[in-house]
């Protein structure tokens, strides 16, 4: 690991519910520098879920993440709770605050058991191969591509793009990452290989991001395979299916503001 996408800074702030973190340069955007990509805020706030639901025999099943405004780069607040409890069914959400609410992450959580003898697949494995070179409007951008390991594949003639990705930060510091921070950390991606627009023409930014699961992760190697439309009136969307190295692990979901530069 090169770093860290946040710092956690010492002692609470506003109430006894919130934590004050400090984002490095790992997060700001390739939009402008002035603002945090959406990976690394959904990957904080899904950890700070998965710190909340620490044995109760309960999983993330969903994650859905609403950019509420620009995230800036500088100290923000998170904070975590129970919104709807239950013991097979339970909603979790975390909240990003920079002198008002930036971003939000609605969690669903389900109870485990074991359905291993049913388990299926949608898809078959990814098999990851030679990596192609950054799409150039995305090369030496810094900030956020600076702490991720894209390995673009070449998709010749097939109807949706293909990128595997591997974080090479830390959440926060050099505290533990689970898979799915992990794989939170680069699922925000996904618009960006699904491209069907030039970024030095257009703007393309998400306003969301929706991760449903039927497993979890495993790993740090994560691929997306992503197609995108885009609309007359400056809306789009994005859909991508997402696999780690075992196979098949669920779909993410954006709409995306498009707009001339």
């Keep these: 690991m090169i770093g860290c996408y946040y710092q956690r800074m010492a002692g609470l702030v506003s109430d006894g519910d919130d934590l004050a973190f400090d984002p490095t340069d790992y997060t700001r955007s390739n939009w402008t520098p002035e603002i945090q990509h959406g990976s690394p805020p959904l990957a904080l706030l899904t950890k700070l879920i998965e710190e909340l639901s620490a044995g109760s025999g309960l999983r993330i099943g969903r994650l859905s993440l609403d950019i509420l405004g620009a995230i800036p780069v500088r100290p923000v607040r998170a904070r975590a709770w129970v919104e709807r409890p239950g013991s097979r069914i339970c909603m979790m959400v975390a909240e990003l605050s920079a002198d008002r609410v930036v971003a939000r992450v609605t969690a669903w959580l389900l109870s485990v058991s074991d359905t291993a003898s049913v388990a299926s697949d949608r898809y078959p494995p990814l098999v990851e191969g030679p990596a192609q070179p950054r799409p150039a409007p995305f090369e030496g951008v810094g900030g956020y591509f600076e702490a991720v390991n ?59 991001t929706v991760v449903h699961l039927h497993r979890l992760p495993t790993g740090s190697d994560f691929a997306l395979r992503a197609r995108t439309s885009i609309g007359p009136d400056g809306v789009g969307a994005s859909a991508a299916e997402v696999f780690d190295k075992a196979g098949f692990v669920g779909t993410c979901a954006q709409t995306l503001l498009v707009q001339r530069r």
């Design 150 to 208: 894209w390995r673009p594949q070449d998709t010749t003639g097939q109807p949706a793009a293909v990128s595997w990705f591997s974080p090479t930060a830390y959440v926060v510091d050099t505290e533990p990452t689970s898979a799915l921070q992990r794989l939170a950390a680069v699922v925000d991606c996904a618009n960006g290989v699904g491209a069907v627009l030039d970024p030095n023409q257009f703007f393309f930014m998400n306003t969301d």
